[in-house]
């Protein structure tokens, strides 16, 4: 007996109860465009696991020749002509090549040809999202991109339409499991951020040019999607500043653990109402309480976080990259079209622009100062900050350092940021500093 | 723009585009069957967040004057009848009233009479899920019942949805947060077990005969709707051994330090096959390691693990209960009949009676003993153990406790739980005890 049931029947019309409804639809004829790691999980779940309800019919590569593999059906058809592909009779189009171009023409011209489309493309999703859902509408076919964030993790539908019944005002997480294994691996074994980012490019977890995930870009992409799939709220990537994690050194993860915290790389989007609708994002390195969960996300693995109003704090986590679990998203996806129909869903609300976006983010902060040493720094640094009304927490210093590059740490009372930045542009012009301040916000959940 | 877009059209017809589609469906109207904490907060996010897309028309309670209240409109319908709600023309009957009976007849007659329902009740559903469902999809009509477990949280969504393109294997998880408001407690304070239960008596988190959650009957039914959600398995309530945490006292708490773990009262089915499909379930106390997400969920939260083959395990953390939280389930679920229509999906795989289903486990456990101290008790012990093939891996005892009611610890190599509990059997009939051995298992993730 089915715990969701197969058949679709009219309204009042009784059907003959049978022992095992069997009943076989049609399958749903799929093409998957992109055969790098994703798209072989994709197929090799098309082929064992999902072959009842899908027929996977193309799959589309440049120089397809060397990618072809023996364990997918010959009825399969291997093509370098996208062409071919999108003016095929396929149900359904997988776009997993990733890049804005040329992978968002497809989408459009496949979704204008009638069929559906699942993709895993997170900054074509950012960038032109809302765009595509509406030529999906418009062409009446499902266009699903529950892949693009966060992998496995079931996060877009979870706050979309799991939490659709409460009001959400803040999307936050570790979005990111190239900096999350970076810091992970720095906080368990006191590595530097060089050395812990060797071995993540060792074994295959960063790319030989991390920028996209160290300077907090890739992130901040899927917090562009999140933030619209929750908060419902239109935000450009470009609106939302991004702070590097290279910059976080071993010694702030000693003094992190003094202070019951450890750091991670966290993307956050809050939407708060007052004169018109504004939103505060960041992707940056912070300091979070051991309590949180959070803190334990370990390794590559992300963490999404929505709080709403009535339901509160939801926590959804898992891998967030890797071919087998951005696969079972996207087979999830298309299971979800299987389910429920090629006709877009109806009903959800709108998605606004919001009038202000900014950084701007009021919070204890820590401050880490690496100085040569003399009698009056942390007098010179708290007039400072007395002058822009920021109050002092408390001041670590841990011993064993030379003097000539002594790390020490500042706690500041909750501050704005912007404030902050203005103290810290005079602070970083004393004539002590080895390197410029380090500044991470301490988060409570 | 709408993420998901609002109005469907027919496939390849172009519609024009218009800047704010403002096509309203005619409003789903819903009645509410029981008018307690979840019933007041579902009235009021109905009236204030969801009326664009729902109508609630009746409120159904036993003496119903004394549940009036002021803030529903004037078109709603009060009433002690229930007849005359299911006799209504309402599209969505929401059944909150909880309860075997008379709540399952009220059910099936909403379906029959072509309403779809929306139900928050576990026990109804662990007993009677898949009957109800199959009536559903005989009538064409959604049955959803994602506050029946883990309130806010999207978990029964979020496995059989999200999760969908994976192969489920174990569900686990903290499901009842009574139990886990009383573990942390003792955790943070060191309170007894006894004043534990008081204090969540007191703040409104237990009731005043706690025995469904201490026992882990409550955490059971929840247990069996998730493996039928994930596993797609059909477990009875009566298969799944349960074991009370009323047992679990504050030394336990601080041996659990010191082998880096804590306590909590888990829920875990998984799934095996060998020769036929076996299933392992149980609801017990256990160690969990400080290194796991488990380890972190304080108070009444709740937590829901799903492993699957493709990819791994997966964490779905939030408020399990509460009037709001469970509210956001049952509009959620609303909130998707609105969106995907009236008629049951279809495509989903069948729900397997397993071949077997125990509480036998295999893992590493922890064995608390307070005895009448005396030379040769661990002898004692161990050679009943080792007569049995049970390896010793340490033994533990804290100063500062009675020779005359002395507890110490010993943790075992991984064993078999029946055969475990054979040597437990004959070493309880030894003298020196003052209290029957504690055994739990100690969970690796």
Redo the contacts between chains.
């Keep these: 007996?089915?715990?969701?049931?197969?058949?679709?029947?009219?309204?009042?019309?009784?059907?003959v109860?049978v022992k095992?409804p069997v009943l076989r639809?049609k399958k749903l004829k799929v093409a998957i465009a992109g055969f790098g790691t994703v798209g072989r999980?994709v197929a090799k779940?098309l082929c064992q696991?999902?072959s009842d309800?899908f027929e996977l019919t193309h799959i589309f590569n440049r120089n397809v020749a060397r990618k072809k593999v023996d364990w997918v059906p010959a009825s399969v058809r291997w093509t370098e002509s996208i062409n071919e592909v999108l003016s095929s009779d396929i149900d359904i189009f997988v776009e997993l090549a990733g890049g804005v171009k040329p992978a968002g023409d497809w989408i459009r011209k496949a979704l204008r040809s009638?069929k559906s489309v699942v993709t895993a493309n997170k900054l074509l999703i950012a960038e032109s999202?809302?765009?595509l859902?509406?030529i999906?509408?418009?062409?009446?076919?499902r266009l699903e991109f529950?892949a693009s964030v966060a992998?496995?993790?079931?996060a877009i539908?979870?706050i979309?339409?799991?939490?659709?019944?409460?009001?959400l005002f803040k999307i936050a997480g570790v979005l990111n499991g190239t900096c999350n294994f970076i810091l992970t691996k720095m906080e368990a074994t006191g590595a530097s951020f060089e050395s812990a980012l060797r071995e993540a490019q060792e074994l295959g977890f960063a790319e030989a040019d991390p920028t996209n995930d160290v300077e907090g870009y890739d992130a901040r992409a899927k917090l562009v999607i999140l933030a619209?799939?929750g908060l419902?709220v239109?935000l450009e990537s470009e609106q939302i500043p991004c702070w590097p994690i290279s910059s976080v050194e071993a010694v702030d993860f000693a003094y992190a653990r003094e202070l019951s915290c450890t750091i991670r790389q966290i993307s956050l989007a809050q939407k708060e109402t007052g004169d018109g609708l504004s939103v505060r994002a960041f992707v940056r390195p912070a300091l979070v309480p051991m309590?949180?969960?959070v803190?334990?996300?370990?390794g590559s693995k992300n963490l999404v976080m929505a709080t709403?109003q009535?339901?509160?704090?939801?926590?959804?986590?898992?891998?967030g990259a890797g071919g087998?679990?951005t696969?079972?998203?996207?087979?999830?996806?298309?299971?979800?079209i299987?389910?429920?129909?090629?006709?877009?869903?109806?009903?959800?609300?709108?998605?606004e622009t919001p009038k202000d976006v900014s950084g701007e983010f009021t919070a204890p902060y820590y401050l880490r100062f690496v100085v040569k040493d003399r009698p009056g720094i942390i007098a010179a640094v708290a007039t400072v900050l007395s002058r822009y009304g920021i109050g002092i927490d408390a001041v670590l210093q841990r011993p064993g350092y030379p003097h000539s590059a002594l790390p020490f740490i500042m706690t500041l009372e909750p501050a704005g940021s912007a404030m902050l930045g203005c103290a810290l542009q005079e602070i970083n012009r004393l004539d002590f500093h080895v390197e410029p301040v380090l500044c991470m916000p301490i988060l409570v959940d």
């Design positions: 007996m089915a715990i969701t049931s197969r058949a679709k029947s009219k309204p009042g019309k009784k059907t109860p095992k639809r999980s779940l696991e999902a309800t009638g999202g809302p765009e859902v509406e999906a509408r418009e062409a009446g076919r529950g992998g496995g993790i079931p539908m979870g979309q339409d799991g939490l659709a019944g409460d009001r619209q799939a419902r239109r309590s949180s969960l803190a334990h996300v370990e709403g009535y339901a509160g704090q939801m926590v959804f986590s898992g891998f087998d679990p696969a079972v998203a996207v087979v999830s996806d298309l299971y979800s299987a389910r429920t129909g090629q006709s877009p869903a109806g009903n959800l609300p709108v998605v």
